[in-house]
């Protein structure tokens, strides 16, 4: 099981990206998905998540600006990115939480970070 993370790309101030992530393998359910983010120098930090159920929480910078979504029958959790900063660059990762697979529950699962670029 692993999560594949595509998106990202440069753009200039208050343009929009979309990022996705998906999970590959046998799974049963996924409990949280989220998108983290790290920018050069600062610590790796949490964007947004969603639980299965439709719990989201949302960094408050990024509040009104980006939307969080997922797909539980394809295991994918999408995140769109409006209004974008030169402060959202980062390299941004999803992440899996409470991962059921073949009746185990595996540990947190990371994607490849992809990175997004804002120009002011």
């Known amino acids: 099981v692993q999560l594949q993370a595509s998106g990202g790309g440069s753009v200039q101030a208050g343009g929009s990206l979309r990022l996705s992530c998906a999970a590959s393998?046998?799974?049963?359910?996924?409990?949280?998905m989220g998108w983290y983010r790290q920018a050069p120098g600062k610590q790796r930090e949490l964007v947004t998540d969603?639980?299965?159920?439709?719990?989201?929480n949302y960094k408050d910078s990024v509040k009104g600006r980006f939307t969080i979504s997922r797909d539980n029958d394809k295991n994918a959790v999408y995140l769109q990115m409006n209004s974008l900063k030169p402060e959202d660059t980062a390299v941004y990762s999803c992440?899996?939480?409470?991962?059921?697979?073949?009746?185990?529950?595996?540990?947190?699962?990371w994607g490849r970070g992809t990175q997004v670029t804002v120009s002011s």
């Open positions: 992440r899996a939480d409470g991962v059921s697979s073949m009746g185990l529950m595996l540990n947190v699962l």
């Open positions: 393998g046998t799974i049963s359910s996924i409990n949280v």
């Open positions: 969603i639980a299965r159920a439709g719990d989201i």
